[in-house]
């Protein structure tokens, strides 16, 4: 079993930044695929950034690609999302999930979600 526990989500103005953290617990943790998903009221929930657990390979969707950034410390069971130059179309609530697979994009795949973290970027 996992558990994932987000946090580092706020109100933000645009161009601001912020860093948002998933917190897992589980001794496996360091074996799953771990991916940023945001969810904006009357969307459907997208992929943002994946990151395996191999380090060194990393998922961007388009409309993130050059501001935010995905990492990883197993060490310390924590994945983060750097999120720089924000704008409001990033406002959402941001997800993070576990998963073995090696599609990001294959939201019915994850195993382990979190509960979330609201992020609001104000114009």
């Known amino acids: 079993q996992v558990q994932l526990v987000e946090s580092g989500g706020g109100l933000v103005q645009a161009g601001g930044s912020l860093r948002l953290s998933c917190v897992a617990s589980?001794?496996?943790?360091?074996?799953?695929?771990v991916a940023w998903f945001r969810q904006a009221p009357g969307k459907e929930r997208e992929v943002v950034a994946g990151?395996?657990?191999?380090?060194?390979?990393?998922f961007y969707a388009d409309s993130v690609k050059g501001r935010f950034t995905i990492s990883r410390d197993n060490a310390k069971n924590t994945v983060y999302l750097q999120m720089n130059s924000l704008k409001s179309a990033d406002t959402a609530v941001y997800f993070c999930a576990a998963s073995q697979t090696n599609d990001y994009t294959a939201i019915g795949e994850y195993d382990y979600w979190g509960q979330g973290t609201q992020v609001t970027v104000s114009s």
């Open positions: 589980g001794r496996t943790f360091s074996r799953y695929n």
């Open positions: 990151i395996s657990w191999i380090p060194g390979s990393t």
